[in-house]
């Protein structure tokens, strides 16, 4: 891995971390950090942005929607902490891209093999529901993000319609061509964006892949099931090189993130 970008990307989210550009998302984190839920109430909560999870090299990047007020919000990594989390965790196991199948705190050893996770807003929105104006303030962070990691980034698995709609033009603003029309978000769904002309690394470029969300509403009602989830997942994994229980055996090759 070059550790120019290791680097670099350990910068960007120490940056993030610190961000508090969004009045009514900072105040409702920390209110939330504050107050807490009977629940956790012996918890030390995060209650800042949340920055991505996995290594600076990854070929596979995950883009969810925003932390969870007691999930991420809470323990500082990314669907850690919550039912959203349990499932994406599990599958993400399951296909051989994480050492294990829980992830419920941040320093629980969890290492991601390949893969990234991060969101196109890093804080947690009242009802789960960012803005316009939030996701758009939100949107150099995940253009920085994606620019760092494009030298070995080969395909994106988006998680839900919300997430699919912000995180097209931060692809284009990062140098990925954007088809015109834009692509309609559902699940399965596989767009190949190509590097835009004149970009560095032109010739390299992603596999986009949309899946629901791993939300409650779409796990506890089988609009997701785990398996759909995890097709979603061998599917990505393989356009980006990634594979399955070879990628596990061959973790001591990765960083953990």
Not at 176 to 187: L, N, Q, S, T
Not at 190 to 211: H, K, N
Request: charged letters at 20%; glycine letters at 14%; hydrophobic letters at 40%.
């Amino acid at each position: 891995m070059d550790s120019g970008t290791s680097g670099a990307l350990m910068g960007l989210d120490e940056r993030i971390a610190g961000c508090r550009a969004c009045p009514r998302l900072v105040g409702w984190r920390e209110e939330v950090a504050r107050t807490k839920r009977a629940a956790f109430a012996d918890w030390t909560y995060w209650g800042r942005p949340v920055p991505g999870f996995g290594p600076a090299d990854a070929r596979l990047l995950i883009v969810g929607l925003a932390p969870a007020a007691h999930g991420g919000n809470r323990t500082g990594r990314m669907f850690t902490g919550d039912r959203s989390g349990d499932v994406l965790y599990r599958a993400l196991y399951d296909v051989g891209l994480a050492s294990q199948p829980t992830s419920v705190s941040a320093g629980d050893g969890l290492e991601l093999y390949g893969v990234r996770v991060t969101s196109p807003v890093h804080c947690a929105p009242p009802a789960n529901k960012p803005t316009p104006g939030e996701r758009d303030a939100c949107r150099p962070w995940l253009v920085r993000e994606l620019g760092l990691l494009r030298p070995t980034l080969r395909a994106v698995v988006v998680l839900g319609a919300f997430g699919w709609q912000a995180a097209l033009p931060a692809f284009a603003e990062a140098g990925w061509a954007v088809p015109r029309p834009r692509p309609v978000f559902g699940h399965g769904a596989r767009v190949r964006l190509d590097s835009a002309a004149g970009e560095e690394g032109d010739g390299e470029g992603l596999d986009l892949f949309g899946c629901f969300h791993v939300s409650q509403r779409n796990t506890f009602t089988g609009r997701l099931t785990p398996e759909m989830l995890r097709e979603v997942l061998r599917a990505a994994a393989g356009a980006a090189g990634l594979g399955g229980e070879a990628t596990r055996r061959a973790a001591s090759g990765w960083d953990a993130g």
